[in-house]
């Protein structure tokens, strides 16, 4: 894993924040988070200090250079373990033209290389998030389980 090119600092920090935001988390309701160039460089150490490898593809928009969509995964220090989808966001304002999946197969095209003794992807959608999960379903992702999550709230 390399840093974040500086170009995209910021807008990989937008769009991060806005898994905070967009994801549906049934009614645990998570707080807004805050993510800037201090944070986004926070993230990557800790990935490359736990020997993990990281790779995150990206949907740029030409027109403003912006980032609108991402997809990350993540394998553990162990090259034969299990990898892990995680966050995939497209920005609202540009949904609706398959750049969700475009980015995940993107990823898992060249994922082949980079993890190439890693068997298997696992990734985990709340129940409620059907254009998620159709995009996992049409790639070809199985349920294998199920589980539940409660928040207590501390007063
Ligand atoms: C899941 C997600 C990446 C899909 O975005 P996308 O790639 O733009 O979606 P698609 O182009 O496949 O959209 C297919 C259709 O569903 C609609 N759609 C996409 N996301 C939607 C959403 N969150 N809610 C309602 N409708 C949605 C699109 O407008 C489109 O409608 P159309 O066929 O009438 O044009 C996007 O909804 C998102 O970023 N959600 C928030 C983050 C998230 O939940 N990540 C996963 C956490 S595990």
Same mark, same amino acid.
């Given at each position: 894993?390399?840093?974040? $090119?500086?170009?995209?600092?910021?807008?990989?920090?937008?769009?991060?924040?806005?898994?905070?935001?967009?994801? $549906?988390?049934?009614?645990?309701?998570?707080?807004?988070?805050?993510?800037?160039?201090?944070?986004?460089?926070?993230?990557?150490?800790?990935?490359?200090?736990?020997g993990?490898?990281?790779?995150?593809?990206?949907?740029?928009?030409?027109?403003?250079?912006?980032?609108?969509?991402?997809?990350?995964?993540?394998?553990p220090s162990? $090259?034969?373990?299990?990898?892990?989808?995680?966050?995939?966001?497209?920005?609202?304002?540009?949904?609706?033209?398959?750049?969700?999946?475009?980015?995940?197969?993107?990823?898992?095209?060249?994922?082949?290389?980079?993890?190439?003794?890693?068997?298997?992807?696992?990734?985990?959608?709340?129940?409620?998030?059907? $254009?998620?999960?159709?995009?996992?379903?049409?790639?070809?992702?199985?349920?294998?389980?199920?589980?539940?999550?409660?928040?207590?709230?501390?007063?």
């Amino acid at each position: 894993m390399l840093p974040t $090119p500086p170009e995209h600092v910021e807008g990989y920090a937008w769009v991060k924040s806005r898994m905070s935001t967009d994801a $549906p988390a049934a009614a645990l309701e998570f707080d807004e988070e805050t993510w800037d160039a201090a944070r986004v460089a926070l993230h990557d150490k800790r990935y490359l200090d736990g020997g993990q490898t990281v790779q995150v593809t990206a949907a740029v928009h030409e027109e403003s250079g912006t980032v609108v969509a991402f997809n990350e995964l993540v394998l553990p220090s162990d $090259p034969t373990a299990v990898s892990s989808q995680e966050d995939t966001l497209v920005l609202k304002e540009h949904r609706g033209h398959r750049l969700g999946m475009l980015v995940k197969c993107a990823g898992i095209r060249s994922w082949r290389e980079v993890a190439p003794q890693s068997p298997k992807i696992i990734t985990y959608n709340a129940e409620e998030n059907r $254009p998620m999960l159709d995009i996992n379903e049409a790639i070809g992702f199985e349920p294998v389980t199920y589980e539940g999550a409660w928040k207590k709230v501390l007063v």
